[in-house]
């Protein structure tokens, strides 16, 4: 079983600062990993994933993200945020291999909202 | 955008009622799911098919069913709402070949 940790519920920062939320996940096995962003009364869009390969991983919107096996963590950032960035984020994680019934369901986080302020 | 629509999009009814969420993909993909949200819990699965009469429970599958008898489409139905089920339910499909979940726009449900 997996579990995924986000650590700030929200998040207020000014216009054009940097941000970073912060993602932390739990996992017997190997892992997926992905960031999706839900604008109010929206459904849940991808902003980047990370499946193999160079942990720096860039997504739309300028962000991007760092995959850290080590610390089991996958922190977004972006340097410089726009009031059009204010939107609730969600961590997610899922199995990397197919159980017999091809679940690869994913496991959210709690989200974090970002609040950005002009 | 993933072609994925959710219907009713927004519906209230009364506790003890029966109520069906139908999810519709024209992707064609095998592998579709039913997440609810809920503050503070993210979304959490409520079950999920792997096929045409393929499903099987997620996390919270207790007083929730499906049936799936196109690969097209997806139904979530609560026997008998009860207000702990007031909820904001997204369906999303999977495509193998991207690694990713794309998801539908939610249902939001209203039980009084």
């Known amino acids: 079983a997996q579990s995924v940790t986000q650590l700030d519920s929200q998040v207020p920062v000014f216009e054009e600062a940097p941000v970073e939320l912060r993602c932390n996940y739990s996992?017997?096995?190997?892992?997926?990993l992905f960031w999706y962003v839900q604008y109010p009364n929206q459904g849940l869009q991808l902003l980047l994933k990370?499946?193999?390969?160079?942990?720096l991983v860039k997504g739309i919107n300028g962000f991007e993200a760092e995959f850290n096996k080590s610390q089991t963590s996958f922190h977004l950032r972006k340097p410089s945020v726009h009031i059009s960035d204010t939107a609730e984020y969600f961590c997610a994680v899922s199995e990397t291999s197919w159980s017999n019934t091809g679940r690869r369901a994913l496991t959210f986080g709690s989200g974090t909202r970002l609040q950005v302020q002009p | 955008d993933a072609g994925i629509t959710q219907s009713p999009r927004h519906k209230v009814t009364e506790t003890g009622t029966p109520v069906t969420l139908r999810c519709h993909q024209t992707?064609?993909?095998?592998?579709m799911y039913w997440y609810r949200q809920d503050p503070g819990h993210g979304l959490r699965l409520i079950h999920y098919s792997y096929g045409v009469k393929d499903t099987d429970k997620g996390e919270v599958s207790d007083g929730y069913s499906v049936s799936r008898s196109k690969t097209e489409d997806f139904l979530l139905t609560l026997e008998s709402a009860t207000s702990s089920q007031t909820s904001v339910y997204f369906c999303a499909i999977s495509d193998p070949k991207k690694e990713t979940q794309y998801f539908g726009p939610g249902t939001r449900l209203l039980v009084l």
């Open positions: 996992s017997s096995v190997s892992v997926y």
């Open positions: 990370y499946l193999s390969g160079s942990t």
């Open positions: 992707e064609n993909h095998r592998y």
